[in-house]
């Protein structure tokens, strides 16, 4: 049994980023792989899991579930063992080093990335993202919507999940968005994100499975409509949004 938890719905649901669980136990089952979705609020012990999803949340909520899960200690461990992780923006955020709280002062993140995010100055990234994946990862464009002030500057023990090709990702600097460490995925793509990148939740899959199964083919014809959409519609904008690689297209 493949159990997908989703980590402190109750911090961390703001931007609908349950559904990557749900996508997640989805497409497990439509290969007969049995799975099972454990919501896990922030006021219950951390059960257990194969694959540890943790989504977007506003600063207040963020800090909370940082410090529970920080003094816990279950999640890192798992992760250190076996487990996979999803980490979305402000659950991005506390998979790293550290981040602002809300007063600005710096919080403890999980470490799991090498990975530091302060507050940005000026406007919100706020927007749809088009990202080219990092070589090593056997997927294609990833597309979602950001919503996040925090800025996230990867160390060198963690490498960047992709590339911007459009929107804002890490940092206006870096150009580069979200991290991938071991058996761990931080990225900014809201969307959810799993929804609009079924390949990213077969890969989640694929590692959390391991030798126990093996995910065959899938109809996918429906979501490949919604990314073409998504993806074309970059093609029909010609200002507004930041590009670092085909700013001219
Ligand atoms: N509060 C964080 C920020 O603004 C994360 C926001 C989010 O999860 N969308 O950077």
């Known amino acids: 049994m493949l159990r997908v938890v989703v980590v402190h719905p109750d911090l961390l649901g703001t931007y609908g980023d349950g559904g990557n669980a749900l996508v997640l136990v989805a497409r497990a089952r439509w290969r007969g792989v049995e799975a099972e979705l454990v919501q896990a609020p922030s006021h219950v012990k951390l059960p257990e899991g194969d694959i540890y999803c943790l989504g977007g949340g506003e600063d207040g909520p963020q800090e909370r579930s940082a410090r529970i899960l920080r003094e816990e200690g279950s999640l890192k461990a798992s992760l250190d063992d076996r487990g996979v992780l999803l980490a979305v923006c402000a659950g991005f955020q506390i998979a790293g080093n550290e981040f602002p709280g809300v007063g600005g002062e710096s919080v403890g993140g999980l470490g799991v990335f090498d990975a530091v995010t302060t507050r940005g100055v000026g406007k919100r990234a706020v ?51 979200g991290a991938v460490s071991g058996r761990a995925i931080g990225t900014y793509l809201h969307g959810p994100v ?22 065959g083919p899938i109809d996918d014809s429906e979501v490949e409509k919604l990314r073409d959409e998504r993806i074309a519609s970059f093609r029909r904008r010609k200002t507004g949004l930041f590009g670092c690689r085909f700013s001219n297209a």
């Open 127 to 177: 927007g749809e993202v088009l990202v080219e994946p990092s070589d090593e990862l056997p997927i294609p464009l990833l597309t979602g919507f950001e919503n996040h002030r925090g800025v996230t500057q990867l160390g060198s023990n963690t490498r960047a999940l992709g590339t911007v090709v459009r929107g804002t990702g890490n940092s206006r600097e870096s150009c580069s968005e």
């Open 194 to 215: 799993l929804a609009r990148n079924p390949a990213l939740a077969d890969l989640l899959l694929e590692w959390a499975l391991g030798d126990r199964g093996v995910l």
